[in-house]
């Protein structure tokens, strides 16, 4: 599915007890897990012994994790305490039925695609060292939010920063709606003015 090479492949089932011992979980997390997890795979290893690219200084290891999901949805809080289990950098996989989804951390921030078949599912792993892939993967994986380059953490303040302004047009567009004071809509309409033309020269 990711066209990684051979080098690379660990294959090896991760028993969720690991999971539990590894992380101090809350009893609700730890449920979670049990409830919405069907299994989970150690799939791949990236590192400068499996293939041919220098480690990096925050990411001397990419681990590939393929979580098998018992339900659609999985919780936000669990992908979070999975990745304090482990002292590397990680790609999920989650697969549900004949569909898969990636999900990354940037930032402290977890970004994730579509679902989508795995036919169609397809990564691009490139860059000098792991740092360089680690942050490309993130970038394809936001879906255009982090841009291309720049320094990725800048890229996510300023993805959050208009996140909270497109919630915000969105708290004032409802308001503009349900408003029957003429004044009040002037009002209204003269900040979410502000706030759209504050949007697009984030671009």
Known sequence: MLGLPRSTQVNRRVAKEKLYQNASLTPQTRAMIKDQIESVFWR????????AISAGETAPEIQIFEIQLRQKEL???????????????????????NKVQAW??????????????????????????????????????????????????????RDKQRQKLERDIAILEKKLLREKQFNKQVELNGELKRLCAKLERMG
């Open 104 to 157: 990354i951390e940037a930032a402290g921030t977890f970004y994730n695609t579509d679902w989508q078949p795995p036919d169609g599912f397809t990564l691009k792993f490139e860059g000098l060292n792991l740092d360089a892939v680690y942050e490309n993967l993130a970038r394809q994986i936001s879906g255009g939010r982090l841009g291309t380059d720049g320094d990725i953490e800048e890229a996510v303040d």
């Open 75 to 97: 919780d936000k809080r669990v992908l979070p305490a999975i990745a304090k289990a482990i002292p590397y950098k990680i790609l999920f996989i989650l697969v549900f039925g």
């Open 44 to 51: 791949n290893k990236l590192a400068d012994s499996t293939m």
